[in-house]
């Protein structure tokens, strides 16, 4: 069974701080995405990323995808609350099967 | 449109009753899932359909009975269910089974009693 382990599991900052979100797995992926989960709402893809050392910036996010392609990281700069939620990096397995990492709740403080 | 919509929103039911979820879209999507997601949780893979037909069951307890009437609904039958069943009820859907992205609705937050 595949893993995609996320790092921190919980994460509170100030309003303006900035911050880093991993996700890490032992397998190689032919492509991540990135999800946000508001309170009582469905995941919202942020992005998908492909290649080996790719990045990709959407505003104040930025993500990476490893050169090997196990694992991943998300920058948010200047955290707003409205960045508050659940964030999930999610991939498919060699059984076809899409699966979810253990996920990241982000609380950002006024 | 890349709209996916659940309906009921919220939905509370004894443990003798028996209730269905809806999920629609119009993406002309083949491929829609249901998933279960606790508190502060990752979503757990329940059922895949793939061209309306059962794909994946992820050994999910008979209470929950799947049916994909056509390509653009997935329906999600519910009886006898626990409380431990409460949880929110993800619906979501791709272009294909293995494509790239999942979008997902909003969600129906079951409570059982």
């Known amino acids: 069974t595949q893993l995609l382990k996320q790092s921190p599991q919980f994460l509170s900052i100030q309003e303006g701080e900035n911050l880093t979100v991993y996700c890490n797995s032992s397998?190689?992926?032919?492509?991540l995405q990135w999800y946000r989960q508001e309170p009582g709402e469905g995941p919202v893809l942020l992005v998908t990323?492909?290649?080996?050392?790719e990045v990709k910036k959407l505003k104040r996010l930025t993500f990476q995808f490893g050169d090997a392609r196990k694992d991943s990281s998300l920058h948010i700069t200047a955290a707003q609350t409205g960045d508050t939620g659940l964030y999930l990096c999610?991939?498919?397995?060699?059984?076809?099967?899409?699966?979810f990492g253990t996920g990241t709740s982000l609380t950002v403080i006024p | 449109d890349t709209e996916v919509t659940q309906t009921p929103k919220h939905l509370v039911m004894g443990m003798t009753n028996k209730k269905s979820l809806k999920c629609e879209q119009h993406?002309?999507?083949?491929?829609m899932y249901w998933y279960k997601q606790k508190a502060k949780k990752p979503p757990e893979l329940m059922f895949v359909?793939?061209?309306?037909?059962?794909?994946i069951n992820e050994s999910v307890p008979s209470r929950f009975s799947p049916e994909c009437p056509n390509s653009s609904l997935l329906n999600l039958h519910l009886h006898a269910l626990q409380p431990e069943d409460s949880a929110l009820y993800l619906c979501?859907?791709?272009?294909?089974?293995?494509?790239?992205?999942?979008?997902f609705g909003p969600g129906t937050r079951l409570t059982v009693t």
């Open positions: 999610a991939s498919w397995n060699t059984g076809n099967q899409f699966y």
């Open positions: 979501a859907s791709s272009v294909n089974r293995g494509s790239y992205e999942q979008y």
């Open positions: 397998s190689v992926f032919s492509s």
């Open positions: 359909y793939s061209y309306e037909k059962l794909s």
């Open positions: 993406m002309g999507h083949r491929a």
């Open positions: 990323v492909v290649t080996g050392g």
